[in-house]
């Protein structure tokens, strides 16, 4: 099985194709990204990440083949393809402020590799999420199962491990669930939160879990204000476990961001829900039942969502 990664000359997509590389499920990872010039002379980033990645094989023990190019052609026949490609977040930038270079980005990206490889499966990872979701979608003309975006499973993960340190137990044992847009409007659901089958709430007071929560919203925010730019390694992880979850056709249910055709009240649009994923890429959007308070924030985060939209549409008819 073969997974191209574009921008993997950058941090978010190298550290997809490492996080694939040591999984070691994958037959190859091409690793794309653009040439760049300092001083005159032409660096070939993703080129060198490649070689980098694959002299620690022996280490890491995988056979997975990593190589780097500038050249679509090299991606032909890919069975997934995850796009990392675009300027990340600086401090004081929301995602939505990188709203039109990454179109930009993405769309002439999912052109290329859809061109070199027409029934891919796409895995958008480029901000401001759900939105370029839809510029990949729109510009793919691919069935919306075969392209999602990648946001879920690194809320998720944040969540959880802000939750495992409070609460001093293991990450692996605590189970969450968040919907909604991939920014501050982003739905944890304290009700869906357990620990190993134990619900959340019986451990933990209101107050904290508030905190938590809010922590989580801000998560992105909270790492680009540390390093001056944008978070790698848990979206690199997080993307990787998707695209095994696709490659093994593994059922995995995870919250990621779907297409939606009425599922939740909305249609038209990319929104964080759980899906079951494997081969084919979504199987089924899964559908929970929200209370009130719950549909409400689904509804914020989805008005959010169609605002980026109509600003993209705008900034195309310009
Ligand atoms: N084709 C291929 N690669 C491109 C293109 C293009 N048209 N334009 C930019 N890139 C590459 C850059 O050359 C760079 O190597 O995308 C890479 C982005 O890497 P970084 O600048 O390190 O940014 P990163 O932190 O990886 O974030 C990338 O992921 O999480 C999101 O918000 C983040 O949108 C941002 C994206």
């Not at 050249?71 to 990188?98: F, K, Q």
């Not at 134990?198 to 809010?214: A, G, H, S, Y």
């Not at 089924?284 to 109509?310: P, R």
Request: proline letters at 4%.
């Amino acid at each position: 099985m073969k997974v191209t990664v574009v921008g993997a000359g950058g941090n978010v997509g190298s550290t997809v194709s490492m996080s694939i590389a040591q999984r070691d499920f994958a037959k190859e990872v091409v690793m794309v990204d653009i040439v760049k010039e300092k001083d005159g002379e032409k660096f070939y980033p993703s080129k060198g990440r490649a070689l980098d990645q694959w002299e620690s094989s022996p280490i890491h023990k995988f056979d997975t083949k990593l190589t780097g190019t500038v050249d679509y052609e090299d991606t032909a026949g890919s069975d997934v393809c995850v796009i990392t490609a675009g300027v990340p977040r600086r401090p004081g930038m929301s995602r939505d402020d990188l709203l039109e270079i990454n179109a930009n980005i993405v769309g002439s990206v999912t052109e290329q590799l859809v061109k070199h490889s027409p029934n891919t499966i796409l895995i958008i990872v480029s901000n401001p999420l759900d939105v370029m979701a839809q510029v990949a979608y729109e510009t793919s003309g691919l069935d919306s199962n075969r392209v999602m975006g990648m946001a879920g499973i690194l809320d998720t993960a944040r969540y959880r491990s802000f939750l495992a340190e409070e609460l001093d137990v293991s990450p692996k044992d605590i189970q969450a669930l968040l919907l909604g847009g991939h920014g501050d409007t982003m739905v944890p659901l304290p009700r869906f939160t357990t620990i190993s089958g134990m619900p959340v709430t019986q451990f933990i007071d209101e107050d904290k879990l508030d905190e938590i929560v809010e922590r989580t919203k801000g998560g992105g925010g909270e790492l680009v204000n540390l390093m001056g730019t944008s978070a790698w390694y848990a979206p690199g992880a997080a993307a990787a476990q998707m695209v095994e979850a696709i490659i093994l056709d593994q059922n995995r249910v995870f919250p990621c961001a779907a297409y939606l055709n009425g599922e939740y009240g909305h249609e038209e649009l990319f929104l964080g829900v759980p899906v079951k994923l494997g081969k084919d890429g979504i199987k089924k959007i899964i559908e929970v039942d929200l209370n009130d308070e719950e549909q409400q924030l689904m509804d914020t985060s989805a008005d959010h969502v169609h605002s980026v939209l109509s600003e993209f549409r705008k900034l195309m008819d310009k």
